[in-house]
């Protein structure tokens, strides 16, 4: 079946510091991808997505892009703020059924 | 603000009773969802409802049960039946149900059952 696996947590980071967190993800046929993020407390926002291979979504300093010949999916941003500590999610959804599959999550803790 | 509401924000109940979470959605949305979610687990699909009136089973929907009488509400009640009930629920919604919908989360309830 479908599935996301993200690279283990916690990441953790200085500030401007630069940010890659891995994700791939196995479907059959073309998957949505999407990037969440989840702050302490809080639910899930979405934060970026890409339908279709090489596609690059892209907000608030981060990006990722699309790669079907490496299933990949991965999540970068060029210098990382304390404020970007949070819990990022990948995930993954196929326009026949809407069912939307996550990841684990991958925890980031950014220190000044 | 649009936007979707759940509440109470932490919920304690004895082993044995039900319990039902609220979720509340202004956003016009037609799909909504209800996922829990633990640590280490990433999120999982308990129930979802593609529109009024209508709703369907997700991953793990055993001891749990849902209703959808109004658009903008699909609460969740949470059985004696669940096994391991204390867990972190969030409710989300899309506009439709389908593959580039991105969901729109409320910001959960923790709910701790002893």
């Known amino acids: 079946g479908d599935s996301v696996t993200q690279m283990e947590g916690p990441v953790t980071l200085s500030e401007e510091a630069f940010l890659t967190i891995n994700c791939t993800y196995t479907a059959t046929g073309y998957p949505s991808l999407f990037w969440y993020v989840q702050y302490p407390g809080e639910g899930l926002q979405l934060l970026l997505k890409?339908?279709?291979?090489?596609d690059k979504g892209s907000n608030k300093g981060f990006e990722a892009t699309y790669r079907k010949e490496t299933t990949s999916f991965h999540l970068e941003k060029g210098s990382v703020q304390v404020s970007d500590s949070a819990v990022y999610f990948c995930a993954l959804s196929r326009s026949n059924t809407g069912k939307l599959i996550f990841g684990q999550g991958t925890t980031l803790q950014v220190k000044p | 603000d649009g936007g979707i509401t759940q509440s109470p924000k932490y919920l304690f109940r004895k082993e044995g009773q039900n319990v039902t979470l609220s979720c509340e959605q202004n956003?016009?949305?037609?799909?909504m969802y209800w996922y829990r979610q633990d640590p280490g687990q990433g999120l999982r699909l308990i129930y979802y409802?593609?529109?009024?009136?209508?709703?369907q089973k997700g991953d793990i929907a055993e001891g749990y049960s849902v209703s959808r009488e109004k658009k903008e509400s699909f609460p969740l009640t949470v059985t004696s039946a669940q096994k391991n009930p204390t867990a972190f629920y969030l409710c989300?919604?899309?506009?439709?149900?389908?593959?580039?919908?991105?969901?729109?989360f409320g910001n959960g309830t923790r709910l701790t059952v002893t």
């Open positions: 890409a339908t279709k291979a090489d």
């Open positions: 956003l016009n949305h037609d799909a």
């Open positions: 989300a919604s899309s506009i439709s149900y389908g593959g580039n919908s991105p969901l729109h």
């Open positions: 409802s593609q529109i009024v009136n209508d709703f």
